[in-house]
């Protein structure tokens, strides 16, 4: 079984910054793309940023310039450095990957369980 477990979130005042991280363990063979996701109250849940196993990455427009995504292949680790917060950025944030299991069977809706991300204005 996989596991990604994430943390970093917490409360930060608008003009700041958070580092989220989210490290997969499990019956891993190999990791393709990961990215992070957030959903705020009453939206829907959107993408923030992606990394590709090649170290491509894509970021909705709303954080490009704040947002950087950075992976640690050794680590099974997935980070999302976000600065200059914006109120509009409060959400639970969401790790997902797409992941080779041990058995090569892929999976690509593998997802961790969520930080809250609040900042306050």
């Known amino acids: 079984q996989v596991q990604l477990v994430e943390s970093g979130g917490g409360l930060v005042q608008a003009g700041g910054s958070l580092r989220l991280s989210c490290a997969a363990s499990?019956?891993?063979?190999?990791?393709?793309?990961m990215g992070w996701y957030r959903q705020a109250p009453g939206k829907q849940r959107e993408l923030v940023a992606r990394?590709?196993?090649?170290?491509?990455?894509n970021y909705a427009d709303s954080v490009t310039g704040r947002f950087t995504i950075s992976r640690a292949n050794a680590k099974n680790t997935v980070y999302l450095q976000m600065n200059s917060l914006k109120p509009e950025d409060t959400a639970v944030y969401y790790c997902?990957?797409?992941?080779?299991?041990?058995?090569?069977?892929?999976?690509?809706?593998?997802w961790g369980q969520g930080t809250q991300v609040t900042v306050s204005s």
């Open positions: 990394i590709t196993g090649g170290g491509s990455t």
């Open positions: 499990g019956s891993i063979s190999m990791i393709n793309a």
């Open positions: 997902a990957a797409d992941i080779i299991l041990q058995n090569l069977v892929r999976k690509n809706d593998f």
